[in-house]
């Protein structure tokens, strides 16, 4: 059970490394995570920055995030701390599986 509807910086930065294992262009994650281009950015540059991500350019301008072996060490504690709390599987792996 949630305390409120929001989702949680945690919550947020999980989805995003969710996406991240199969790679993910801004636009994508943007839109898969439900989050707006500011929101976009703002996640994108912490979890890069921390080594979290890496930006790979694919060709043609084109640019995909990817999970590193930090980041999945991060995912696993994250997806850990939700099991704990309770969070529904259907909100976790919603997020991975489209």
Do not use: C, H, P
Request: avoid cysteine.
């Amino acid at each position: 059970m949630r305390v409120n509807r929001r989702r949680s910086d945690i919550e947020i930065m999980g989805d995003v490394l969710r996406m991240g294992k199969s790679g993910a262009g801004k636009t994508r994650l943007m839109y898969r995570v439900d989050m707006s281009y500011s929101q976009t950015q703002k996640y994108l540059w912490f979890l890069t920055s921390q080594g979290f991500l890496i930006k790979v350019e694919t060709g043609k301008s084109r640019v995909i995030y990817k999970v590193t072996d930090k980041g999945n060490n991060l995912l696993k504690s994250i997806e850990n701390l939700e099991e704990i709390l309770g969070f529904s599987d259907e909100e976790k792996y919603y997020i991975a599986a489209t």
